[in-house]
């Protein structure tokens, strides 16, 4: 089976979109384009739904009945319950709520291992634990590829440890991590697991059952839908926890790590992401399927595609002398995330160059700062960040390698 692509890309505005002709999108690690159904959903609930959901009149109870579905659909696609799905303002904003509320479950002196791979949002919330008792441990990455290794997270657990915090994968270096092995070692060390999926949802998202982390989290923005975070959080750790919410929430699991309250239109329009799913797995798929086997496949579709794009760009990229690939050099083990350094021009000349070419990447350290300092990477300018999604062109490949050619 092989992604029909003009059919997906129809499933995006922007694609047609006049002003961004002849544009080629390789940022999708900062956002992705959304779907027309995630807008049509959140056009129509500002239009019809705008009220204050769960009131006993019809605009309310729908809006009510909207939120609601996302919950369910979005647990029923990662494999999980409802009541485990929380949506926050931001994953930077959900981290710092969950180190507030997971602080009282432990006491000064125990530890909590942070890996130095991670973009910021999954390390400096746990961090700041270090002003309130809580002992950081770092595990660092390898200064040539910028791996994390298992055999250093064995040697850095004790019988203190109480978290390990990590991501999927790296949203500068690309790399994937084991996380179903990491949650396995850290559960027989009697310590809970958070994992950012933030880099690594956009591209599959993943079976949370299957994963066994006890925490898991990504961003809606950079999977076709709102500027929302999603946290999946175990029910039974979430009872544990401090609530964070107002006094009488205390026990309402939806609201104790949810502070700042819900954004009513965008929770209700995320159903519009499992819209988007549920469109791309019928045009591809005859086979009547459950959400998280309609998932599965659809993983396998969108992979297959990134990899056949990804191997045509790092053939490209190890053919030339002129630049350093940050972590892996092949497409095994890795999503479609690929940061450069240009070795005989600035980092400004040559994103220059590429811009002119109607190409729009990133540049800078993306607030993977530790990953970039361990590797001894200057954070002034950073790197150059290529990351492109299931709905990229081979056209689009092209028009990059043509550009960097060109840039270089």
């Known amino acids: ?205 993943p079976d949370l059952k299957a994963l066994g982390a006890d925490i898991y989290l990504f961003s809606l923005y950079k999977t076709f839908g709102p500027h929302l975070g999603l946290m999946y959080v175990k029910h039974e750790l979430i009872e544990k926890m401090e609530n964070q919410s107002h006094f009488f929430k205390e026990g309402i699991t939806r609201s104790m790590i949810t502070p700042a309250g819900p954004d009513h239109a965008q929770i209700g329009s995320v159903s519009g992401i499992l819209d988007y799913f549920d469109t791309i797995y019928e045009h591809h798929f005859d086979e009547q399927a459950v959400p998280s086997q309609r998932n599965s496949a659809l993983n396998r579709l969108f992979r297959e595609q990134e990899k056949t794009l990804l191997e045509r760009l790092l053939e490209f990229l190890r053919s030339r002398d002129e630049l350093q690939i940050l972590g892996p050099h092949k497409t095994d083990g890795r999503v479609p995330t690929v940061s450069i350094l240009p070795l005989n021009k600035s980092l400004e000349e040559v994103y220059a160059t590429l811009t002119q070419h109607k190409l729009m990447l990133g540049m800078g350290d993306f607030y993977a700062v530790r990953p970039l300092m361990d590797m001894g990477v200057p954070l002034e300018p950073g790197v150059l960040r290529m990351s492109f999604l299931h709905y990229t062109s081979m056209e689009d490949i092209d028009q990059l390698i043509a550009g960097l050619k060109s840039a270089l």
């Open 1 to 205: 089976m092989k992604l029909d692509l003009s059919f997906v890309r129809a499933q995006f505005p922007a694609f047609e979109e006049p002003s961004l002709q002849g544009w080629a999108f390789f940022e999708n690690a900062g956002g992705s384009y959304p779907c027309i159904q995630f807008i049509n959903r959140l056009t129509s609930f500002y239009l019809k739904n705008k009220v204050q959901p769960y009131y006993p009149f019809p605009a309310s109870m729908l809006a009510g009945e909207l939120m609601d579905e996302s919950y369910k659909r979005m647990a029923e696609y990662l494999n999980v319950e409802a009541s485990e799905i929380h949506f926050g303002p931001s994953t930077t904003q959900n981290v710092y709520v969950l180190a507030n509320a997971m602080r009282p479950m432990w006491i000064d002196g125990d530890e909590i291992i942070v890996s130095c791979q991670d973009h910021e949002a999954n390390a400096g919330a746990w961090r700041r634990l270090a002003d309130r008792g809580i002992k950081i441990v770092e595990w660092h990455v390898d200064k040539e590829k910028g791996l994390l290794s298992l055999e250093d997270l064995d040697g850095l657990f004790s019988n203190r440890t109480r978290l390990v915090a990590f991501p999927h994968c790296s949203n500068v270096i690309g790399h994937v991590n084991p996380v179903k092995e990491i949650s396995q070692k850290a559960h027989s060390h009697g310590a809970l697991c958070a994992v950012d999926g933030v880099a690594y949802a956009p591209h599959s998202f």
